[in-house]
């Protein structure tokens, strides 16, 4: 049987992916912001998973503006990245998994969420941002993985509520999987930013540190949020973070958060950081999630990095 052994929840900064592009990670205002990812790729080579789920948002790269899907699930073998400007960015083509992907999209539907099935699809820094941050800037990616993107540039998004639910229904959908496959699943996108109008650059800190601090122990509290409190707490932009709650509705209720990383400001936008375990033993030989933590004493890695500069 596939599971879902952990989420991880990352902020997708397009300017993170040019510092990473144009090789700047050890000027002292990016090192900031990529130190505080080292110990996650620590994790993430132990936790070694065999698919991730990764959830984004496209940012009008692979959707114009004039088809805009609130749910969008990649069942292709493989994903280009995007040309969003300035040429695609030079990361490697990110394989899919048709397979499992296509098992979602059944359980999923029937389950009454309708998603759009994509066979061909490029990929933007909403997707290969976070993927960097956690697995580095290899040749070729670690793991296949299924992307699904979700609106938050066209209002209405989809709630808090709905997603928390989808995340659900996913979790379904990959342990009637056959395969014993172990899988990650990212959200990705916020914290607080607004890129545009009279607020532009607001960041709140305190909201963020109170959605990360529910995310990790009462999730359900922040599917209650509804889309003004996001735009009036956390910028226009700040709606991203439901997709965070796609990855936490795909895990236990009570999960073991193993590191947390926020810092203010990249670029424009608050970078928030969580990684959640399960708790649950999974059947069979393989270890539970915990175990494969190794390295990443507990302890040690609950301990938050909260680097806070200029936050208000
Ligand atoms: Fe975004």
Redesign the pocket.
């Known amino acids: 049987m596939a599971r879902i052994v952990a989420g991880v929840a990352s902020?997708?900064?397009?300017a993170i992916g040019a510092a990473i592009d144009n090789k700047q990670t050890e000027e002292p205002y990016w090192k900031r912001v990529f130190s505080g990812f080292e110990k996650s790729k620590e994790w993430m080579k132990e936790a070694k998973p065999d698919v991730a789920i990764i959830v984004?948002?496209d940012?009008a790269s692979a959707f114009s503006v004039e088809i805009v899907p609130t749910f969008a699930l990649g069942c292709a073998a493989e994903f280009p990245p995007a040309d969003e400007g300035w040429g695609p960015r030079p990361v490697p083509t990110v394989q899919g998994h048709p397979e499992l992907a296509s098992h979602i999209a059944q359980s999923v539907i029937l389950d009454e969420f309708d998603l759009t099935i994509c066979n061909k699809m490029e990929v933007d820094?909403?997707l290969t941002v976070p993927m960097n941050l956690l697995f580095g800037s290899p040749e070729e990616w670690p793991c296949p993985v299924i992307p699904l993107a979700v609106n938050?540039?066209l209002y209405p998004p989809p709630t808090g509520h709905r997603c928390y639910m989808l995340g659900k229904a996913i979790r379904k959908a990959v342990e009637s999987y056959p395969e014993d496959l172990k899988v990650v699943i990212f959200g990705?996108?916020?914290m607080s930013h607004q890129i545009s109008g009279p607020r532009a650059g607001l960041i709140n800190s305190k909201f963020d540190k109170a959605f990360l601090d529910n995310l990790s122990k009462d999730p359900k509290k922040l599917t209650r949020i509804p889309h003004l409190e996001f735009m009036r707490e956390a910028g226009a932009?700040g709606i991203?973070m439901v997709m965070w709650l796609i990855m936490r509705g795909a895990l236990d209720d009570k999960v073991d958060e193993v590191y947390r990383f926020y810092t203010v400001p990249a670029s424009n936008t608050a970078v928030g950081h969580i990684i959640l375990e399960n708790r649950r033993k999974a059947a069979g030989k393989r270890p539970a999630a915990g175990k494969l933590a190794g390295k990443t004493k507990r302890a040690a890695a609950r301990k938050t990095i909260d680097i806070r500069r200029g936050g208000r």
């Open positions: 902020s997708h900064v397009p984004y948002n940012h820094h909403g938050v540039v990705t996108g916020g932009e991203e």
